[in-house]
Structure formats: structure tokens, C-alpha cells
T-cell receptor, first 115, second 114 residues
Framework: DQQVKQNSPSLSVQEGRISILNCDYT??????FLWYKKYPAEGPTFLIS?????DKNEDGRFTVFLNKSAKHLSLHIVPSQPGDSAVYFC??????????????FGEGTQLTVNP | DAGVTQSPTHLIKTRGQQVTLRCSPI?????VSWYQQVLGQGPQFIFQYYEKEERGRGNFPDRFSARQFPNYSSELNVNALLLGDSALYLC?????????????FGPGTRLTVT
């Protein structure tokens, strides 16, 4: 039962353009969502998060949008840079108030930004 | 500040053996979680510990066990290793951020079972 899905295994964009990574979830109890970036041979690096009480959160070049009715979130990167090339994971949790929460991850999307 | 550290970096074991992986959280973080990442998939939750108590367990067999020490570091033990246990094992420590919990991952331990 894949509760968090990233349907695009890969995405290729030109430097300077927008990258849009998508994520869908099925568990309506999820109330906190995170995006991680992962380079080979490294652990996932936290990028940006959003709680279910918001529909948008921005941090520099990164913006996450949440559509609760569609159970869909997306990560926008503007402008894209070659250093953004990595695997991006969407993750969700539903115990935001507790002492640390289990994360349910999607399968990841390999983003390649071409110079 | 030092991030999450894990040891060893790489490990090769044979089927049936036992392995212990170690993790030190970021200073001030009291919660540690363990994840298994098989090639081509996202990380899968194994355990969560907070203040030395188990707070959550994923869908893994009893061959997997863990503990957290008074200094908040943690160990993950896997007994009777199977070929399918070959994976990247990730440790994450958590801290509350404006009421929500964010997890910061270590570099992982690459376990190969032959």
C-alpha cells in the first residue's frame, strides 16, 4: 500500500527554468509534508516543509504547494540550477504534535538540470 | 554544529550473521528514527525512539531491534541477516520547529549481505 506516490521517476529541465516535482498521497490523516533532496552516497537533506493548515510555503528558490482536497503537493524550484540535480523525495507524517514522527516517503524523482 | 553521524560507513556481512549500526543525533535532539532504503525506493520507517523509549515501529520482522542510550545515541541491531537486508540504513534525529517535527538524516550505513 503506497500511501505516498511520486509518479515521475525522472525530470529533466534547462538551467534557469522552473522545475515542478509532484507528489500524491492517499492517507487523509497526513498533516505535515516535507521535501528532501538526496545526492548519491549521502543521506537525505531537508529542503522545505508545509503543514496542512497552509496551502503554500516559500523558502528562497523553493516553494511547496499543498492541495488537500486533491491530496496533492508539488515542489517548485525557480530558477533551476545544475547543482539542484539530485533525487527528490516527498514525505508525509500524521503525528506532528508528538515527540518525533514517522515519515512515509515516496519513491523519489531524479531531477536533472542541464546547463 | 555537527550533524547526525553514523558508523560504520560501509559493512559487508554474510547471511546468518548479526550486525550493529550506530547513530549519534544532533546535539539537543532527543528523538532518533531508523529507516531502510533499498535501491530505487524511498526510505522505509523501521523504528522511532524518544527519551530512550520506543515510540513507533514499522513493518519489519523481530530480527530488527534497536535501543537508545542516555546520551540519545542509538543502535540498530539486525540478527540472522538475509540477502534482502542489503540496503542503506539511515538514522534521523528530530527537533520541533514551530510545533512540527523535522527529521535530519545522517549519511547512512551501506550494508551488503552476501
Amino acid at each position: 500500500d503506497q500511501q505516498v506516490k511520486q509518479n515521475s521517476p525522472s525530470l529533466s529541465v534547462q538551467e534557469g527554468r522552473i522545475s515542478i516535482l509532484n507528489c500524491d498521497y492517499t492517507n487523509s490523516m497526513f498533516d505535515y509534508f516535507l521535501w528532501y533532496k538526496k545526492y548519491p552516497a549521502e543521506g537525505p537533506t531537508f529542503l522545505i516543509s508545509i503543514s496542512s493548515i497552509k496551502d503554500k510555503n516559500e523558502d528562497g528558490r523553493f516553494t511547496v504547494f499543498l492541495n488537500k482536497s486533491a491530496k496533492h503537493l508539488s515542489l517548485h524550484i525557480v530558477p533551476s540550477q545544475p547543482g539542484d540535480s539530485a533525487v527528490y523525495f516527498c514525505a508525509a507524517s500524521y503525528d506532528g504534535g508528538a515527540s518525533g514522527s514517522r515519515l512515509t516517503f515516496g519513491e523519489g524523482t531524479q531531477l536533472t538540470v542541464n546547463p | 554544529d555537527a550533524g547526525v553521524t553514523q558508523s560504520p560507513t560501509h559493512l559487508i556481512k554474510t547471511r546468518g550473521q548479526q550486525v550493529t549500526l550506530r547513530c549519534s543525533p544532533i546535539s539537543g535532539h532527543k528523538s532518533v528514527s531508523w529507516y531502510q532504503q533499498v535501491l530505487g525506493q524511498g526510505p522505509q520507517f523501521i523504528f522511532q525512539y524518544y527519551e530512550k523509549e520506543e515510540r513507533g515501529r514499522g513493518n519489519f520482522p523481530d530480527r530488527f531491534s534497536a535501543r537508545q542510550f542516555p546520551n540519545y545515541s542509538s543502535e540498530l541491531n539486525v540478527n540472522a541477516l538475509l540477502l534482502g537486508d542489503s540496503a542503506l540504513y539511515l538514522c534521523a534525529s528530530s527537533i520541533s520547529h514551530r510545533g512540527w517535527w523535522e527529521q535530519y538524516f545522517g549519511p547512512g550505513t551501506r550494508l551488503t549481505v552476501t
